[in-house]
């Protein structure tokens, strides 16, 4: 096939992904939500967070959600996986600075800040501030994941909110189709795949990962895994065209060397995201995840 027939076609399939909202089901009209609670201020702007609680359940664990949108777009409303919510857990979908506001690792640090928040009020919104897990998807499930391999890391805690002695860790963390690490990403990419994420890493780190390799290192969980990290789950669709599967691929094997607990469910067929990542086998493997490291 030809260059240009190719960049089409995976253009094509790029519209259809972000068409489909992920996981996103009409809530339940028992779900209690909280909206535009502002977590911190920080550089004269309120970042906000939205928690969405389950009904009937008392005190349940809850799952942190960052949105995709190469780390320079979208917000706390897209992509919002409720059919978490509706299996019993407590969500909440964060805003953060992005790469147009300021370069990484800004965002590592409102996240933290948010989970610090979280953990901080978590008897007045009524979930389990001991069993909290983060996923996210695309530049999310990145960002996501380097939150959760870097509990107490002096350069990514940052300074940002008011409870900076609140832990920050988390207890699991779920990847759909994210980058872990930066200094390999544009090698691993196809010619459409750089076109979309080497603009995007510019914004970011402030140039390329090559003329920023300190930086980029910085930036990639595959750096930082220890055997004291969380349990993991990664998806990731074998045909994306702009986020290479073999990002999950080096996070899985950085785990398994260390003897950590981590599962790589690939989404036979799939792009970068669509509705196949939230069928029903795959949405039960997450489900059973959560279940099983922060339960329910």
């Not at 780390?71 to 992005?98: E, I």
């Not at 200094?183 to 076109?195: E, N």
């Not at 073999?246 to 003897?259: A, K």
Request: aromatic share 8%; with cysteine.
């Amino acid at each position: 096939m030809k260059p240009k027939c190719m960049s089409r076609l995976f253009s094509a399939m790029l519209v259809l992904a972000l068409m489909c909202v992920p996981g996103q089901n009409a809530l339940s009209q028992d779900t209690r939500e909280h909206k535009d609670i502002v977590y911190a201020r920080v550089d004269g702007k309120s970042l906000g967070l939205d928690i969405y609680l389950p009904a009937n359940v008392e005190s349940p664990p809850l799952l942190v959600w960052v949105h995709g949108g190469r780390w320079m777009n979208r917000s706390k409303d897209w992509g919002v996986p409720t059919s978490f919510v509706d299996a019993g857990f407590a969500l909440a979908s964060l805003d953060f600075r992005q790469s147009t506001d300021a370069r990484f690792p800004a965002m590592i640090h409102d996240i933290k800040a948010a989970v610090r928040f979280l953990r901080a009020h978590s008897d007045d919104y009524g979930f389990n501030s001991d069993r909290i897990a983060i996923s996210g998807s695309s530049s999310g499930a990145h960002l996501a994941t380097l939150v959760g391999v870097t509990n107490g890391h002096s350069q990514l805690e940052g300074a940002v909110g008011e409870y900076e002695s609140t832990s920050s860790d988390v207890q699991a963390i779920i990847s759909y189709y994210g980058a872990s690490d930066l200094t390999t990403i544009l090698q691993q990419s196809t010619p459409y795949g750089v076109g979309v994420r080497a603009p995007a890493l510019e914004n970011l780190l402030g140039a390329l990962p090559e003329a920023a390799p300190e930086l980029a290192k910085l930036a990639s969980s595959v750096n930082h895994v220890d055997r004291a990290d969380p349990p993991l789950l990664l998806l990731h669709g074998d045909r994306d065209p702009q986020m290479p599967i073999n990002q999950s691929h080096q996070l899985e094997g950085v785990y398994e060397e260390l003897g950590l607990d981590v599962y790589f469910d690939v989404v036979h067929g799939a792009v970068h995201g669509g509705p196949e990542f939230y069928a029903p086998d795959h949405l039960e493997r997450a489900i059973t995840f959560l279940k099983r490291t922060i339960g329910n």
